[in-house]
Each structure stands twice: as C-alpha cells, then as structure tokens.
C-alpha cells in the first residue's frame, strides 16, 4: 500500500508525492499476495482490510472519500486462470464499499498485462530522476525482476521504424493534448521468468529428470523435491548451462525477426549502449547482497556470486545468521539457488544483442527510489 498526494501543475506534469510520516514514505507491505486467494476468493477483503486502515490513519478525515483506490494486479495473477483471476477482483469490486469510504471505482481494480507493468515502472523512475521535461532530457529503461514475471521498458527513438504489439505511444500531458511529453516506448514482459517462478521450473526440471544432484544449490544442502532427495554441489558454471537450458526453449517457435529477445520476443535493432538501463526488484535484492549494487561490474558481481556459491551451505547457514538484511532477501533455505544465475542469464540475454554492459545499473538510489513501485 502506497499513499500519495497529487497537485496539479499548469502546463506541466502533475506533481506526485509520496506522503510521509517522520520522515518516511507511508507505505506497508503484506504478504502474500492477491493470487494466494485463487481457491478461497471470499477471504480476500478480510485480507486486504487492515492495508486500508493503514492509508486511512495518513488521510485527513475530510479527504478519504475524495481519495481514489487503485489496485492493480499483475504477474502472480496473471498466472492463475482467468475464471479464478476474475473471482477474486469481482469479490474486491463489490466488497471494499462496506469496508471503507475511500472512492472505489471499478476500473481501478483490475488485473494489468505486463507491458503495461513495465511501462508504469519505466514512468516511475523517470519521474522520480526528473528526465520528464520540455528541455528533452533523454530516460532512462528499466528491468524489473519480480516474483513471477520479467519487464524490461525503454523509449524508443522517434525515427525508429520497428513495428510490434510491444511498442507503445504514450501522452503523459496532464490533459493528453501537450505534445511536450510523447514517448515511444518498447514494453515487453517474461511471464514465468521471475525469481520464483524461475525456481519452480528450474525445481520441476530436476524432478522430471530423476537427479538426486542440484548444481544451483551449495554443497551439504539438500532439499525434497518431488519426493525426491535432492543435494547440492555448489557449481556455479554448470548451474549457467542448466539454467540456460532451461530459459532457451527449443520447442518454441523461431524468431523471424533479425533481433529476439529470449523466449524469441522480437527486439528492435537499436543499440541499448546508448540507453541507461536501472535494474530493480531482484536485480537490485541479489546485487546488493553481495556488495554489487550500483554500476553493474560483470567482473565484481560474478567473482562475489561463485565464491559464495563454492561455500558450503553450513558456511552459508551462519552468514545468513549473522546478517539481518541478507537473511531478509534470502527468505527461504532456497530461493538462491535460482535467483542468481537466472539473473545473471537475463542480464546476458539483454546485452547478447547490444553493448549495453557499461549503461546497465542495480540501483536503490534516494530515499525514495528504495520503495519505487508503478503504483
């Protein structure tokens, strides 16, 4: 839950900004999330109540019904189906009223796609770096790895004559009509390829093919699987390639285009080293635990992750222990064993097709920026 104030400005953007409380920005997170109501719709009020006395307590008591709510669904329902996903929104549409007083309106209540969670993203930390201006200050893309999905978003030149699904234009005028904040943006998304559907399939794949031995996983740890034991050798090369594997599915259909994406999503030509890339959500979650955040270092991030991964997992166990914000980001006995080489993976797949290595950045940046979110 985020809580905003929102003021107008004549002939510009409106200005957005996150209320705060001592300083801080009002903001709380829950978990899990929306999708976890998939057989159980009914409870997802009861669920999401306390998050509305939450922004109730920052609002003045006059202004909570002038206050719209907006809840946007993304990857982790997207992957249910459509009957389970319209269920649990249908239940929020005509629920909520009885709970609060702040504006509900259905529209606002929905489930997006994923470009469009890219885009939201890419507006985001556009917005928050000041780049919107009428002095054409050039933006900044975005990657954004979740829990279910990938997003990468970027503006594209305006001579740029690439034509597909994925290409947006967008009018960020306060009425629509200033042609002082047209963009072109290119906004695709990886649904699958988040940290932990990533590991579900990569935890699938070693099942399907009987192996008692995971390569992503740290010497001495074991885990069941399936009903199968399975133990970790900690080799990080071999982790790559079955990953690799894994995301480069040879079944699918080949790209016609002359550039692709993985999952042979056509890619415009234009050469990214000119685009600074911000890399958010796991991308900065897994730098940042090993020192790495900032200006991406292949060199740096690379040496820190296969030494970590060459200890054993009781090593590990102890290192975790002993530092609170790792233990945080590290939030089952597991999760690792996935995130790193498949971020890793991502991030070669992006700069296969341009020399895009010195532009890329896993970025907190300001106080804010820490909790930056499309919504």
Known sequence: MFVYTLRPKYGGLTAIDTLVHLNEPIVKKVSPGLSTFADRPDEVIEYITPLLRFAEEHIPANKISETNLFIFATAGMRLLP?????????????????????????????????????????????????????????????????????????????????????????????????????????????????????????????????????SCAPKGHSKTIGGVAVKGSGQWDKCLTRLSSLIDDKTEPMCEEQTCFLGYVPAPTLNLSTVQLYGFSEYWYTTSS???????????????????????????????????????????DSIWTAVHPLTQHLYDEFKRYSNCKRNMGFLEEPRFIRHLHWN
């Not at 770096?129 to 829990?147: N, Q």
């Not at 790495?292 to 975790?320: H, N, P």
């Open 290 to 332: 090993f020192g790495a955040g900032g200006e991406y270092d292949f060199e740096k991030f690379t040496s820190e992750v296969r030494k970590f991964c060459g200890k054993d997992w009781v090593d590990i166990q102890k290192f975790l222990q002993s530092t609170t914000v790792v233990g945080d980001i590290f939030n089952s």
């Open 82 to 214: 459509e009957l389970k996903q319209r269920k649990i929104i249908e239940n929020l549409q005509t629920g909520l009223r009885s709970v609060t007083s702040l504006r509900i309106i259905d529209s606002n209540i929905r489930v997006i796609d994923g470009a469009w969670e890219g885009i939201y993203s890419w507006i985001a930390v556009n917005y928050i770096l000041g780049r919107f201006s009428r002095e054409d200050k050039p933006t900044v893309g975005m990657i954004d790895m979740g829990g279910a999905s990938v997003q990468i978003a970027f503006e594209m030149p305006k001579t740029e004559d690439f034509v597909s699904k994925d290409v947006f234009a967008i009018n960020l005028g306060p009425d629509g009509s200033q042609n002082d904040f047209n963009y072109k943006i290119y906004s695709t998304t990886f649904l699958g390829y988040g940290a932990n559907e990533g590991l579900k399939k990569y935890e699938a794949s070693l099942v399907s093919r009987g192996e008692s031995e995971d």
